[in-house]
């Protein structure tokens, strides 16, 4: 599986942490009766019909040892699915979890429990994660005690020198957690997720629940752990201003792939994908004269269960590829994909031409072969023949694209820095080919990185 085409990966240099090799997670589509539950002997896990979520698909990553690696994605893309199958709180499908060079994936029984130590996981709901009926103190002791660690004066001692770090009173020792304000409870989970001595931390949206004037004093306290604590993070947020406050990389995920990976700056200023450039288009714009501006993309992220061939965001691209059989312009070919689209979603009710022109062709209409199959379907249309309207654009134009038959892998060269820059998206093949390379060699990124992989010269 290694080598397959067009596998996702993004790597990175320097030291690493946790090595990320081509995971997959899949759960039964039955609403995860086997979902939550760990399979050792079922491994690897097909359910009988064959129809799975595919939450995660063929997933590569690094994160170096005291970064924070920065996760994004519209909800239900796969993120949490991705850190508790990293953390093997899942069962990977497929794939490979290395941690201190040890592969995860094939860990189990007291090694995996000793490794789990290492690895501490921060939720978003601060109120839900902590028992109601226990005192702070006892809370932050729990894992000490799970690990045998210390003994009950060492631990006492210990937690209170971690609600103190962790910019609560070590008076608060004796209170219960409903004495807390949101961003006191999310203090008491970080000084708990601390209290073992973790390496690595995967928060997962801790952030999301608090006030945005809370928001960043807990990031900033996370910064400051990870300095004196010497602590790695994958850090999951949908809010990408959180995400830009707290990384040095930044992944993005869609509908269970990583569609592109870069250091912050490269990320946030020189993006390759299509969908990461629509998710920073819809970053709200702080003055409020402006009205924000909202998200780019239409239409409904499809079913993880049978995702599109080639590249999954092909669906909803605003950049999709045209064919090479065709010559339209730019213009004539967005009207024939918006158009197409259009018919997908039966988006209009009126049958006729030429209201149909209008509203899809005004600017720009193809002529020749593509010209002839819109008129084709505008005749089914005429006769209220919707699905074969449907199957004769959906073949001529989004199926017959590069987008539809390959995977997009590559890996570009970045503006800043000198961080990879990895890119899910043929766009940047064509880049690649522009510039008088082999695409074969300039973008796919066929070999497995390594950690301390050299980006090709
Ligand atoms: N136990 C399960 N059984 C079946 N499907 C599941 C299970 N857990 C998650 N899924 C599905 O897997 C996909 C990924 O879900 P996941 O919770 O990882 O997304 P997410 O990116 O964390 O979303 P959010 O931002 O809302 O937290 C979704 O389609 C979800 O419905
Ligand atoms: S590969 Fe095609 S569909 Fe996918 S992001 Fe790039 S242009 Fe869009
Ligand atoms: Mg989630």
């Known amino acids: 599986m290694s080598?397959?085409?067009?596998?996702?990966?993004?790597?990175?240099?320097?030291?690493?942490?946790?090595?990320?090799?081509?995971?997959?997670?899949?759960?039964d589509n039955d609403g995860g009766m086997f979902g939550g539950i760990s399979l050792d002997d079922e491994f690897p896990f097909v359910t009988r019909d064959g129809t799975n979520v595919r939450a995660v698909e063929d997933v590569s990553f690094d994160i170096k040892k005291g970064e924070t690696l920065g996760l994004v994605g519209e909800s239900g893309c796969g993120k949490s699915t991705l850190a508790r199958t990293v953390l093997r709180l899942l069962e990977p499908t497929?794939?490979?979890?290395?941690?201190?060079?040890?592969?995860?994936?094939?860990?189990s029984?007291?090694?995996?429990?000793?490794?789990?130590?290492?690895?501490?996981?921060?939720?978003?709901?601060?109120?839900?994660?902590?028992?109601?009926?226990?005192?702070?103190?006892?809370?932050?002791?729990?894992?000490?005690?799970?690990h045998g660690m210390l003994d009950d004066e060492g631990r006492e001692a210990r937690a209170k020198e971690l609600l103190e770090k962790v910019g609560l009173d070590p008076q608060h020792y004796n209170r219960y957690p409903h004495a807390f304000s949101g961003g006191q409870r999310q203090r008491v989970n970080l000084a708990r997720a601390l209290s073992v001595n973790p390496d690595f931390i995967v928060c997962d949206e801790p952030v999301s629940a608090l006030d945005v004037s809370i928001q960043a004093q807990v990031l900033n306290t996370m910064q400051d752990l990870q300095d004196e604590f010497d602590l790695t993070y994958l850090f999951i947020a949908h809010d990408l201003s959180v995400i830009r406050h707290i990384s040095d990389r930044v992944a993005v995920m869609y509908l269970g792939q990583m569609v592109e990976l870069a250091d912050k700056a490269e990320l946030f200023e020189?993006?390759?994908?299509?969908?990461?450039?629509?998710?920073?288009?819809?970053?709200?714009?702080?003055?409020?004269?402006?009205?924000?501006?909202?998200?780019?993309?239409?239409?409904?992220?499809?079913?993880?269960?049978?995702?599109p061939s080639g590249c999954r965001f092909r669906t909803r691209c605003p950049s999709l590829i045209q064919p090479e059989a065709y010559d339209m312009t730019d213009a004539e070919w967005e009207n024939a994909v918006e158009f197409q689209r259009a018919v997908k979603r039966r988006a209009f009710e009126t049958t006729d031409r030429s209201a149909l022109r209008r509203r899809y062709f005004d600017d720009a209409e193809p002529d020749g072969d593509a010209g002839e199959r819109v008129d084709r379907a505008l005749d089914r249309i005429a006769a209220e023949e919707w699905d074969a309207a449907e199957r004769l654009l959906t073949e001529s134009f989004a199926d017959?694209?590069?987008?539809?038959?390959?995977?997009p892998a590559y890996e570009v060269t970045p503006e800043f820095g000198d961080g990879r820059h990895y890119a899910a998206c043929h766009r940047n093949r064509e880049a690649a080919v522009a510039a008088g390379e082999d695409a074969d060699l300039a973008g796919a990124a066929d070999e497995p990185y390594a950690a301390?992989?050299?980006?090709?010269d």
Request: aromatic letters at 4%; a negative charge.
């Open 3 to 27: 080598d397959a085409p067009g596998a996702t990966r993004a790597g990175s240099d320097g030291e690493a942490l946790l090595e990320v090799r081509n995971l997959c997670k899949y759960f």
């Open 109 to 146: 029984g007291e090694p995996l429990r000793r490794k789990r130590k290492d690895m501490q996981m921060i939720f978003q709901d601060p109120q839900s994660s902590l028992d109601p009926r226990m005192k702070v103190g006892p809370i932050v002791e729990e894992p000490m005690k799970a």
């Open 270 to 307: 020189n993006p390759q994908h299509p969908y990461t450039q629509a998710l920073l288009d819809a970053i709200p714009v702080p003055d409020p004269r402006s009205g924000g501006r909202t998200a780019l993309l239409t239409g409904d992220v499809p079913s993880p269960i049978d995702p």
């Open 94 to 107: 497929e794939g490979s979890v290395y941690f201190k060079g040890e592969d995860l994936a094939t860990t």
């Open 452 to 456: 301390d992989a050299k980006a090709d």
């Open 400 to 407: 017959a694209s590069v987008c539809a038959a390959e995977e």
